[in-house]
C-alpha cells in the first residue's frame, strides 16, 4: 500500500468509528497534526 491509500483507510476507519482527527489523536498519543498528515499521505512516522 503507497502512503496515500493508507492515509484514506485510516480516514476511513476513523469516521466508521465516528472519531474527530483530534479524539484519535487523544487514543493514540499522538498530535492532530500527526492524523492529519497520516490521513493526507504525507507521512506515516511520528
Known sequence: MNQEKIGKFIAKLRKEQDLTQEEL???LGVSAKSVS???NGVSLVK
Open 25 to 27: 489523536a487523544e487514543k
Open 37 to 39: 498528515r497520516w490521513e
